[in-house]
């Protein structure tokens, strides 16, 4: 299996949606970003066998929080539910970022969690 | 047991060093904020149950790794080895950062991590 | 009066809303954030006396434009006018910050203040 | 010609919109500001011989997707294109970014690109 | 007056250092950048009279305590008590700014503030 | 010749130093990220003809500017100079940063350039 297979099928199946559909609005123009993405962090770090996949993604949910990218963070607490966490482990990661990166980043990815829980029906 | 002392026990804890060592730089201009750092992130979130100290301070890890400020970074990747992480999965997590904050601040903390390491004669 | 008392005094009379209804949108998810958000900020740094009232908004005011979170900027936007700020005074220090974070993030604050002073019918 | 006045010809060259409907949203509050950009960055800046203003333009839109404003990454892509860059060189400087800032930060730019593309028939 | 000359005694009485000495490090390559200094937020902001050089230097303080860059803030702290803020008050405005920007900022601040504090045999 | 190789050799080139002297500080702890590098920036993204690399390297000086990582900055402005950029060209740039990302990062960073200049004998 290729790289780019092999990280088509790991981030098909963290995220639970197809490459097509995630990529969707920007492969039109730079198709190119969306295999950088399956050849990079999901065929050579997603798959590394050290760190399990439900503390890595509670760990990217600790990142975005911090960095701030709304769209890419709710992508993540989907993923973040898909492999195992549950709803409260999310939260509490959220709120324990408040004292490394303040309290607004951290509400405004409370709110980006509730809006995933309410897609999918959680709370 | 008073929520300051709660947090000092908890924090002295984890980071393996006393309070007075850890803000002894600080102190004499700013004493509250030691007193705001136990009675917050350590009496407050630390004792939390639902998430693990292990996970916990990998996924402060992760946040300091796109924050930036390396003291702080240092000082979390000691406390994520005293709560039970290896140095395989600290340098794991720093290097999954890379997709999410870039190869720079990636880079320069794994070189804070090796500073960790050597220090305790880990490597 | 305990310290979450007097916090939730001080941030309602500051922001001149209940506290759940600042927080209505995440409290059923982490209700603790706004306790710590009680506890913390509002308890422990807006009720000392080293610095009034009116310049810790504006300084507040100030950080918010460098670290870009709009939905917190004009919460304290709306502070900085509770406590005595005139309009004039925000803006001016929105533009200062231009020399500190670039024009971008200032005039994205100055949008943000505009749309404070509409809806309390200021222009 | 004055400082203002050689500034407010290149801004208004550059971006292909008068200076008035480009700051038409806060003038009415902060009127010094857009006064600022024009005899800063425009008359000071990209008047200047060293770097043509191809090139310019590129490394501002590089800048601005680290940077994370959308609003201002729009109208420097829009300037980016005014002065010469095709689409593509466009994208492919926003998916070098990937490298620098992570990807979050570039997938939301090459999301920017496209909706300036879209609003000018380029795709 | 020209705005050149106005800008550099403004900022000479702020930071009660002569510009070629704050600027000595880079004027050699750099020539420009200490006039834009002198010309845009010395000449233009910090002679405005809607908010006085203590608040403004306050504000600066908790700009530059979010942003990290430590060279500038202890400039800035320098400033800020030569325009009348005492000591306590600068601390208690980088103690403020950790709701906003974290605990590791507002300590590295705190202790960039120590180091000025030191210079000038204030403690 | 594989992806590794191709990277490996692009890289090299563009830096004017071998891939274990770039990493020689972190390769004993976290080898694959210098492997990342290779294979993803340098492999898929530099080797890319729709930019040239000249123009490339000017717009990582602009990024790194307002990332503010030194070390990676002052590795990029080598490479700008390998590629054919002027050390006028590169502090235009950088000043040019200043108006998005503020004073502080760009005179440091101009600081940083004229460490390179110096190391390579150029001023």
Chains 1, 2, 3, 4, 5, 6 share one sequence.
Not at 2 to 12: C, D, P, T
Not at 26 to 47: G, K, L
């Amino acid at each position: 299996m290729s790289r780019y297979e092999k990280g088509k099928q790991v981030l098909e199946s963290i995220q639970e949606k197809s490459l097509e559909e995630l990529f969707k609005s920007i492969d039109d123009i730079a198709p190119d970003i969306s295999r950088f993405v399956v050849e990079f962090p999901y065929a050579e770090i997603y798959t590394r066998q050290e760190v399990d996949l439900k503390t890595r993604e509670l760990c990217t949910v600790a990142a975005l929080t911090v960095l701030g990218t709304v769209p890419q963070l709710k992508d993540h607490i989907n993923a973040a539910l898909n492999v195992g966490n549950t709803p409260t482990e999310i939260v509490e990661i959220i709120m324990q970022m408040s004292a490394y990166c303040g309290f607004p980043k951290a509400i405004n990815s409370i709110a980006a969690a509730k809006e995933v829980f309410v897609e999918r029906d959680l709370i």
